[in-house]
């Protein structure tokens, strides 16, 4: 074996290589499927949390999603405005708003899910059905137990760095 492919061999095997392909196959798919959601990945987040019933006040969404409260008023302003969401009294304060989906909003998200589902079939698309599913409930088992451990403050945040890094060209192989 060359010392080329002994290298590349190695490289496939490398956890993080791994994860960084998966990543950058994700992200390019993704990007095209929520580009008209205002706020974009953050935005996408607040709509799912919304409909789902899980977004109880604006600060316990912000807090929850690790997004500045002054972002999140922006955000919440533009995804209402679209008609995506709307905020209701909450019962319990008067003073708080729940953030709740419009029905426009869950269709829109429903839209979104199938779309990104397909990305996620396609970027897992050397394995098996069966194995699809099973790689995504490992996948979430791990990262549910390193998020427990240390939170992230804003995931949006990191998914868009890791995002922006994966997703631009390398330098890699250029002459200098």
């Given at each position: 074996?060359?010392?080329?492919?002994?290298?590349?061999?190695?490289?496939?095997?490398?956890?993080?290589?791994?994860?960084?392909v998966?990543?950058?196959?994700?992200?390019?798919?993704?990007?095209?499927?929520?580009?008209?959601?205002?706020?974009?990945?953050?935005?996408?987040?607040?709509?799912?949390?919304?409909?789902?019933?899980?977004?109880?006040?604006?600060?316990?969404?912000?807090?929850?999603?690790?997004?500045?409260?002054?972002?999140?008023?922006?955000?919440?302003?533009?995804?209402?405005?679209?008609?995506?969401?709307?905020?209701?009294?909450?019962?319990?304060?008067?003073?708080?708003?729940?953030?709740?989906?419009?029905?426009?909003?869950?269709?829109?998200?429903?839209?979104?899910?199938?779309?990104?589902?397909?990305?996620?079939?396609?970027?897992l698309?050397?394995?098996?059905?069966?194995?699809?599913?099973?790689?995504?409930?490992?996948?979430?088992?791990?990262?549910?137990?390193?998020?427990?451990?240390?939170?992230?403050?804003?995931?949006?945040?990191?998914?868009?760095?890791?995002?922006?890094?994966a997703?631009?060209?390398?330098?890699?192989?250029?002459?200098?």
């Amino acid at each position: 074996m060359t010392q080329a492919a002994h290298e590349h061999v190695e490289l496939q095997s490398d956890l993080g290589w791994a994860l960084g392909v998966l990543l950058r196959g994700y992200a390019k798919g993704a990007q095209a499927v929520i580009a008209d959601v205002p706020g974009g990945p953050r935005g996408y987040q607040v709509l799912t949390s919304a409909a789902d019933g899980a977004a109880d006040t604006q600060l316990a969404l912000a807090n929850k999603l690790g997004i500045d409260r002054t972002v999140m008023t922006y955000l919440l302003d533009d995804l209402e405005k679209a008609g995506l969401i709307e905020r209701q009294p909450d019962p319990a304060d008067r003073r708080a708003r729940r953030i709740v989906a419009t029905e426009a909003g869950r269709g829109k998200l429903c839209e979104l899910q199938r779309k990104l589902r397909h990305i996620e079939d396609r970027v897992l698309g050397a394995l098996p059905d069966e194995d699809r599913e099973r790689f995504r409930e490992m996948l979430r088992t791990v990262a549910v137990n390193l998020d427990a451990g240390d939170p992230l403050q804003d995931a949006c945040s990191v998914v868009e760095s890791l995002t922006e890094a994966a997703t631009k060209p390398s330098r890699r192989g250029r002459g200098r």
